[in-house]
Nanobody
Framework: VQLQASGGGLVQAGGSLRLSCAASGGTFRSYNMGWFRQAPGKERELVTAISWSGITIYYADSVKGRFTISRDSAKNTVYLQMNSLIPEDTAVYYC?????????????????WGQGTQVTVSS
């Protein structure tokens, strides 16, 4: 499975960005998809994830109410809509995928990773 993330950029605090992650080489419908981020000097963290069915969604507390994950099986793409951005959201964002039950969305390792896309929020 190959994942290609895009959509990062520089935005002022309070602004919005939408990240996209296009998948190829696998059966998109069978994969759970996640968005991770890593800020300088910090560990990588799971921001949000969506199950293969789209029914189960996980959000980290830090982004609840501001970020929305969605998936489009027709386009083999997962999206991350980020609103009300704050400087603390500045990081490299990665999309990732794995198979398995929805109960494992926020635990365990993800098997496939895309390259990162930089998101910078200025104050």
């Amino acid at each position: 499975v190959q994942l290609q993330a895009s959509g990062g950029g520089l935005v002022q605090a309070g602004g919005s960005l939408r990240l996209s992650c296009a998948a190829s080489g696998g059966t998109f419908r069978s994969y759970n998809m996640g968005w991770f981020r890593q800020a300088p000097g910090k560990e990588r963290e799971l921001v949000t994830a969506i199950s293969w069915s789209g029914i189960t969604i996980y959000y980290a507390d830090s982004v609840k109410g501001r970020f929305t994950i969605s998936r489009d099986s027709a386009k083999n793409t997962v999206y991350l809509q980020m609103n009300s951005l704050i400087p603390e959201d500045t990081a490299v964002y990665y999309c990732a995928s794995k198979q398995g039950p929805a109960s494992t969305l926020a635990v365990g390792r993800y098997d496939y990773w895309g390259q990162g896309t930089q998101v910078t929020v200025s104050s």
